[in-house]
């Protein structure tokens, strides 16, 4: 058998191909299934931190994160059911409790509407988990490009990931755990103090809005 005949899944009752090394997310989607996803960016390397994107695998007892599960031949993968749904939409109840905001200008960044989308997709409720918020807000960060609104951040680290694996500036980090999250940059001072070239990736991969693009704010201001 080549390796043609052998990387074969069965997505959603139809068998289909797989490159080596492909994941699960990856061979479903490029394949038509549509599954929700927070930390995925296609730049970066998998993360597997949100789990939205698990898919029922027959024989394995529990969801799988798909964007983290390799394709393996003969794998039978439904990505949708009533309870992979209940599983997202609690998942979403979650993260959206802890975010103060969901509406948030589109001119913030081109991916700020990600998670208010799938709220109202999942109709998940934002007041289910409410209660202690993970990260403070750096608005006071004296810079003239990017706004940073943690009160809108969910921790999928998608920010700290380009900054390091597109840029190779490593200008954004993670303090503490759970609740404590907080992105931040060295010593927790100001983005013009650290290696930050304000390209904006960041922005640009951000979820939610909690990071912004202060002269699009400063042009809406100025002009609606
Ligand atoms: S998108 Fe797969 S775990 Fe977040």
Redesign the pocket.
Known sequence: MNNRSQNRIIIDGVEVEFSNGETI?EAATRHGATI?????DPRLN?????????VEVEGVRNPV????TKATPGTVVHTSSPTLDLHRKTLLEMVASENDALAVDPLRGYASQELTQLVAQYRAATDRFAGQHSGHSKFEDDNPFILRDYNKCIS?YRCVRVCAEQEGDYAISVMNRGFHTQITTEFNGLLRDSACTFCGQCVQTCPTGALGDKKALRFIEENI
Request: charged letters at 5%; one cysteine or more; proline letters at 10%.
């Open positions: 997310y929700p996803t927070l930390c995925y998998p993360f597997g931190a949100c789990r939205l994107c698990v994160a798909s964007c983290t999928c």
